[in-house]
């Protein structure tokens, strides 16, 4: 019996050894130690939606909050854009993150448009909304009840529909990392 308390006790103390050794090395030489410190919420990603007319809707997403933001959401950085044509005819438009609020596999981001070729867009906020789902991605955006953005008035930051668009299958690779702010 002691010589497999032995056994055990060695097996424990080697193990403690090989995790903790590269950090032992790094503060015995001065060094320090680096742990990755996880950004407070992202999405990312891009997707073309499904329409049965054959609109090309695409949204691309670049949007992160940092972890030294994690109690403002209005400080999140980034870039989304879309577009929507059909037979030749349509516009894009790039937006600068101004809001990014996450929970789970949902995400709200809003912006305010900085370049379009839609006349009228350009200053206006908007926001989408993206559910990840893997494979079958959703997606909604602030416009949805409009019909354009140059219509939304007033839009405050992190403000969108429901997800109610779906990803056409095969393009959605939108990622989000869940807000968890300390409540």
């Known amino acids: 019996m002691q010589r497999r308390t032995k056994i055990a006790a060695v097996a424990l103390a ?5 995790i ?14 680096h742990h990755p410190v996880r950004e407070a ?3 990312t990603g891009t997707a073309k939606l499904y329409r049965s007319a054959g609109d090309d809707i ?7 909050l940092a972890a030294k933001d994690t109690k403002d959401p ?6 989304f854009e879309f577009s929507h044509y059909l037979h030749g005819n349509g516009a894009w438009a790039r937006a600068k993150v101004d809001c990014l609020v996450t929970g789970g596999k ?12 839609l006349p009228g867009a350009k200053g206006k906020r908007v926001g989408v909304t993206v559910h990840d789902l893997g494979r079958h991605d959703r997606l ?19 403000v969108s529909s429901a997800p109610f668009e779906k990803v056409k299958q095969g393009t959605g ?11």
């Open 173 to 183: 690779d939108f990622e989000v990392v869940p807000w968890k702010p300390a409540l």
């Open 74 to 79: 209005r400080k999140a950085t980034g870039t």
């Open 20 to 33: 903790t050794g590269a950090e032992g090395a790094a503060m015995a030489s001065g060094g320090r130690v």
């Open 41 to 43: 919420a992202a999405l």
């Open 140 to 158: 909604g955006y602030s416009w949805a009840g409009l019909g354009s953005p140059t219509d939304t008035k007033d839009l405050p930051p992190c």
């Open 14 to 18: 080697t193990a403690l050894l090989i």
């Open 106 to 117: 949902v995400a709200v981001v809003s912006g305010v448009i900085t370049a379009s070729d």
């Open 58 to 64: 695409t949204f691309s997403f670049d949007a992160h």
